[in-house]
């Protein structure tokens, strides 16, 4: 039985953690103090150019999916055949992320065809990445794969350049575009009058479309990643240093073609995809190294209980609002200035016993 990789389970955590409790109490204590620093600004997306803290939570969601590619799928690396089973279980995944996501942000519970939203959520971003990342590893060797990636990348820039002009105005971009013309009412944003008409929200500038070329490089980078870690005739503390190296080099190009085509998360730029793509790079070796490599593991474990279970995080914390819980329970505060941050420290910590009672219990999700 393969050693499970503790780094990946700890840094997914650590990102699920950042997302659904860390986060919100954050954002509590900034509409308790009417601060506007640079602090404060690290937890909320930039406009549009710029990339913060918050802006890396999806890429390494993303990029940690592509991590346990090579580590859950190395026995069609071994000699075992690729076969009507493995294209099942690739399917089933691909569509319990996607019906996770319609749940999450799709709007399926509303029970109306016309609020449904069918893309518009990061486990579907990680369904379209995984399945184009898992087919590409085991079909092909790792010089191939690396070619694959770049025309992916290349071929996103290209639509960019030669369809689009360049053109990165919010509205007007070529990504946009295609969201618009294949989502039309459907697209995340979309707002509907009471007589049925409906208008696209201007201040929802998120793609999804053409951006999933870059989603599926993102998991592909994850997916290299995750081959150095698994490289045997190398140590593991020179793992983490190719890892590391790597990461730095992605940065380093990520800034080089910013001034050309900017970091914008929103349309999953080209610049964002390397720049985000190195730092995932760089988290994953130092992690890995500190706690796969030297064995310093202690007092994390919340981060297990998050990062073990993440897909149930996620969707246990985007889905339920704990503010009736805690509101109904801590009502007698609500004279206090703090009180935002005492139902945000509340709801934390109800979502957080959830998780350590299901990590107890060995109840994961696995999809």
């Known amino acids: 039985m393969r050693k499970r990789l503790a780094s990946l389970d700890i840094l997914r955590g650590a990102d699920l953690f950042l997302l659904l409790a860390l986060g919100p109490v954050v954002r509590a204590f900034e509409k308790v ?27 390494l969601f993303l990029f940690m999916s592509g991590i346990t590619i090579p580590f859950s799928m190395a ?71 690396i070619i694959s990636c770049a025309l992916l990348f290349a071929g996103y820039w290209l639509v960019f350049g030669v369809f689009g ?33 409906w208008r696209f929200n201007r201040n929802y500038q998120y793609t999804w479309i053409l951006s999933s070329l870059n989603f599926a490089v993102t998991v592909l980078l994850g997916c290299f990643s995750g081959q150095l870690l698994k490289r045997e005739s190398l140590k593991p503390a020179s793992r983490a240093l190719w890892v590391f190296v790597t990461g730095v080099a992605l940065v380093a190009a990520g800034l080089a073609i910013s001034p050309v085509f900017p970091i914008i998360k929103k349309i999953w730029s080209s610049s964002m995809t390397l720049f985000s793509g190195g730092i995932c790079f760089l988290l994953i070796a130092l992690v890995y190294f500190i706690v796969d490599v030297k064995g310093w593991n202690k007092g994390v474990g919340v981060l297990k209980w998050f990062g073990m279970n993440s897909i149930t995080a996620y969707c246990i914390g985007e889905v339920i609002d704990f ?27 109800i979502l957080t016993l959830i998780m350590m009672l299901l990590y107890k219990r060995k109840i994961f999700l696995k999809v």
């Open 33 to 59: 103090l009417e601060g506007g620093d640079a602090f404060f600004r690290q937890f909320h997306h930039v406009d549009w150019e710029g990339f913060v803290t918050w802006d890396l939570i999806m890429p």
């Open 75 to 145: 026995k069609y690396k071994e000699g075992s055949k690729v076969d009507g089973l493995f294209y099942a279980k690739l399917a089933k995944r691909f569509c319990l992320l996607f019906f996770l996501g319609w749940i999450v942000q799709g709007n399926l519970l509303e029970f109306s065809w016309r609020e449904f939203h069918p893309f518009a959520n990061t486990l579907q971003a990680i369904a379209v990445g995984y399945v184009v990342a898992a087919l590409l590893f085991v079909h092909l060797k790792p010089g191939w794969q």
């Open 165 to 197: 002009g360049m053109n990165l105005d919010p509205e007007g971009n070529i990504a946009m575009v295609v969201d618009k013309a294949v989502l039309g009412s459907h697209r995340d944003g979309a707002i509907f009058a009471d007589d049925g008409t």
């Open 323 to 349: 503010r009736s819980v805690s509101v109904s329970l801590l009502h007698g505060f609500s004279s206090w200035n703090g009180y935002p941050v005492v139902i945000a420290l509340a709801d934390t910590a």
